[in-house]
């Protein structure tokens, strides 16, 4: 297995609404990330896990929260959104934080 | 900090060859990737350099020169499914070995 799977593919959600993201990955990778891309921007680094660590926090808003239950898991939970986050949030990992990163195809995720 | 510089736009004919270039400035110079992004879907790796020199994978190439904070990717035989978003990536030992972006270069080929 050679991917990164993200799902789901859209979400639409209220600013009141919780809801989580998932991304998994079989390819022994010991880093993940997660990154916020706006149309026609580069993707930009919200959070870093390194060894199942959380090793970089991007100074993203509380209303994100990131977890790796295990090396292969990464999950992105958000509470009280704002529509300024709709954009499309791509997971990546890499066997260590020093190789290339794979990217999943990302979540386009819209807030109402 | 970390500037990154690229052409935004750039269009080319088909079977032709086409240079990308980035330009860049990090305090922590520790790689630079080059990724194709199609739109509406994640980019995907393309290409490594960390020494200076020529590394060639294919149609594909890309330049390296640390001293002039400069890179290209080269593409030959484009054909019209390279019409693509070509992202500039540095890995900065500075910013804790993590890449940053430039705003990429979107490349339209024309038959």
Redesign the interface.
């Known amino acids: 297995d050679t991917e990164v799977t993200q799902t789901p593919k859209h979400l639409v959600m209220g600013m009141t609404n919780k809801k989580s993201l998932k991304c998994e990955q079989h390819m022994g990778h010991r880093a993940m990330y997660w990154y916020k891309q706006k149309a026609k921007k580069p993707p930009e680094l919200m959070f870093v896990y390194s060894y199942e660590k959380l090793s970089i926090n991007e100074s993203v808003p509380s209303r994100f929260s990131p977890e790796c239950p295990n090396s292969s898991l990464l999950n992105l939970h958000l509470h009280a959104l704002q529509p300024e986050d709709s954009a499309l949030y791509l997971c990546a990992s890499s066997q260590d934080p020093f190789n290339e990163q794979f990217f999943g195809p990302g979540t386009r995720l819209t807030v109402l | 900090g970390q500037n990154i510089d690229q052409p935004t736009e750039m269009t080319a004919t088909e079977g032709a060859i086409v240079q990308i270039n980035c330009t860049y400035q990090t305090s922590g110079f520790?790689?630079l990737?080059w990724?194709q992004q199609h739109a509406?879907?994640?980019?995907?790796?393309l290409s490594?350099n960390v020494l200076d020199g020529l590394e060639e994978k294919g149609r594909f190439s890309s330049f390296l020169s640390r001293s002039k904070g400069y890179s290209y990717l080269l593409l030959k035989e484009l054909q019209m499914k390279d019409s693509a978003s070509y992202?500039c990536?540095v890995?900065d030992r500075s910013g804790?070995?993590?890449?940053?972006?430039?705003?990429?270069t979107r490349l339209t080929v024309i038959p």
């Open positions: 520790n790689g990737f990724y509406g879907e994640a980019p995907t790796f490594y992202l990536a890995r804790a070995n993590n890449l940053f972006f430039g705003t990429g």
